[in-house]
Each structure stands twice: as structure tokens, then as C-alpha cells.
T-cell receptor
């Protein structure tokens, strides 16, 4: 079991650029979550998928953020255009059977927007 | 609305001393409760969880937590802290059932361990 794999580990970009974060969940897990962690707001759920279908995206801060899950083994979180306030650590997590199960987190992507 | 409060932002304990990290939650029904630990540069790792049954739950690395419904608390404890326990600890509450969607995390408690 390789765990949840996120790439890149670090991303530095300039304001206005497009940023794409990637996630490979644990094989067989049917739920995938994207979280954002900042000092001010802690861990916030952005969006989650069940069987590749977005279930709740109410945490997505604005239209600049979008997420996709084209298949069971891959998801992306895109920010376009990026802004300095998007700087944070973005975590992907997966689980089996949703909230009654345990979330397995990736190591995160640290995004810095200058 | 669900919420989780961890009143202590930062705690320092001596190695070998006992530890208790506080967590209070707000949720109308029986909650699903979790403690996660985050080491620097890493993702969160589950320490323990409570779904139902025995209110004292055991976790990994010698941690335990007790669910007290009357106090809406789920405090994390360890009888003897090791230097490797230095990390940030997060309490979380979930609605359960796989259909509610949102796992709410507290702001975290950073634990430092003195030699």
C-alpha cells in the first residue's frame, strides 16, 4: 500500500498563474477529499468525491478553484488564476465508505503564490 | 452546526510526564470522533477513533481518549510522553454514515516535549 500520493510537494508560482495539484488515492478507496490548511483557518474541507462524482463542493472558496476526478485513481485541484491568499498546504485524503471510515492523508502540497 | 474546539494552542511537557489534550465538540446526534497527529511536513495520521460502545478507546503509540457525552468532550491522554510525540494533534468530528460529507477539524494543539 503506497498510501495517498500527492504531487508536487512544493509549488511556487506568481500571482495570476494557473496551478494544478495532483492526487492519487489509495487503490480501492471510493471517497476522495481535498483539504486546505492555513494558520488562520486550520483545516478546511474544499470538496469531496464519491466514486469519482463530486458530492459537496461548498467549501471551494470561489470560481477560481475547480476539482476533477476523471477516474478512480486520479484527481486534480486547479486554481486559475492564483492569488497570494491561496498560499497554503493542500491535502488530499481518501477513505473507504466515507465518514464512517478513516481518512488517509497524503503528505500535502505546499503552495506559495508570490 | 458542528464544531470542534481545542482550547490549547500550544502545550509543553517534560519527557516522561503525563499528557492530556482537550477537545470539545458540538453536534446534535451521537458523533463520530477522531484524533489525528501531524508531524512536520507530513500529512495527518489517525491515532484513534470513537464510533460507539466503550467510551474509553485505545489508539496507536500508547494514546487513549475518553468520550464524555455529558461534557461534550473527547480528551486525548498518554501516561508517559516520549520526545517523538512532539507534533501537532487534531481532534475531529464527523457526521457519520458516509452521506453527510464533512469532517470538521479543530485548530490543533502543538505539543512540545522538553528533555
Amino acid at each position: 500500500d503506497a498510501g495517498v500520493i500527492q504531487s508536487p510537494r512544493h509549488e511556487v508560482t506568481e500571482m495570476g498563474q494557473e496551478v494544478t495539484l495532483r492526487c492519487k488515492p489509495i487503490s480501492g478507496h471510493d471517497y476522495l477529499f481535498w483539504y486546505r490548511q492555513t494558520m488562520m483557518r486550520g483545516l478546511e474541507l474544499l470538496i469531496y468525491f464519491n466514486n469519482n462524482v463530486p458530492i459537496d463542493d461548498s467549501g471551494m472558496p470561489e470560481d477560481r478553484f475547480s476539482a476533477k476526478m476523471p477516474n478512480a485513481s486520479f484527481s486534480t485541484l486547479k486554481i486559475q488564476p492564483s492569488e497570494p491568499r491561496d498560499s497554503a498546504v493542500y491535502f488530499c485524503a481518501s477513505s473507504l465508505r466515507g465518514l464512517s471510515a478513516v481518512l488517509h492523508f497524503g503528505n500535502g502540497t505546499r503552495l506559495t503564490v508570490t | 452546526a458542528q464544531s470542534v474546539t481545542q482550547p490549547d494552542i500550544h502545550i509543553t511537557v517534560s519527557e516522561g510526564a503525563s499528557l492530556e489534550l482537550r477537545c470539545n465538540y458540538s453536534y446534535g446526534a451521537t458523533p463520530y470522533l477522531f484524533w489525528y497527529v501531524q508531524s512536520p511536513g507530513q500529512g495527518l495520521q489517525l491515532l484513534l477513533k470513537y464510533f460507539s460502545g466503550d467510551t474509553l478507546v485505545q489508539g496507536i503509540k500508547g494514546f487513549e481518549a475518553e468520550f464524555k457525552r455529558s461534557q461534550s468532550s473527547f480528551n486525548l491522554r498518554k501516561p508517559s510522553v516520549h520526545w517523538s510525540d512532539a507534533a501537532e494533534y487534531f481532534c475531529a468530528v464527523g457526521a457519520g454514515g458516509g452521506s453527510q460529507g464533512n469532517l470538521i477539524f479543530g485548530k490543533g494543539t502543538k505539543l512540545s516535549v522538553k528533555p
